[in-house]
Nanobody
Framework: QVHLVESGGGLVQAGGSLRLSCTASGTDFRISSMGWYRQTPGKQRDSVALIRTSGRTDYADSARGRFTISRDNVQNTVYLQMNSLKPEDTAVYYC??????????????WGQGTQVTVSS
């Protein structure tokens, strides 16, 4: 079994910063892409940022220029540095990883979610 454990959410004032972390743990697995999604009540889960094994990154328009995604392939950890936070960034943030196990195709794994609240 593979688990993704997130940390770093919390309450911050508008204009502030937070750094989210997510570490994958388990046995006999290999990670492809990793990323962050977010979700607010009653809405779908939307992609925020994605980073591939190559290091190539993609950002949602709302995150580009303010958020930075990075990963440590040795520690199986992905980070999201969030700067210049806005109240509309308030959401539950979910870590995502595409994981290979048992010779099969990559499957999506998700963290438990961490709340980010930005006050105005």
């Amino acid at each position: 079994q593979v688990h993704l454990v997130e940390s770093g959410g919390g309450l911050v004032q508008a204009g502030g910063s937070l750094r989210l972390s997510c570490t994958a743990s388990g046995t006999d697995f290999r990670i492809s892409s990793m990323g962050w999604y977010r979700q607010t009540p009653g809405k779908q889960r939307d992609s925020v940022a994605l980073i591939r094994t190559s290091g190539r990154t993609d950002y949602a328009d709302s995150a580009r220029g303010r958020f930075t995604i990075s990963r440590d392939n040795v520690q199986n950890t992905v980070y999201l540095q969030m700067n210049s936070l806005k109240p509309e960034d308030t959401a539950v943030y979910y870590c995502y990883a595409g994981i290979y196990r048992d010779g099969g195709p990559a499957r999506a794994y998700w963290g438990q979610g961490t709340q980010v609240t930005v006050s105005s």
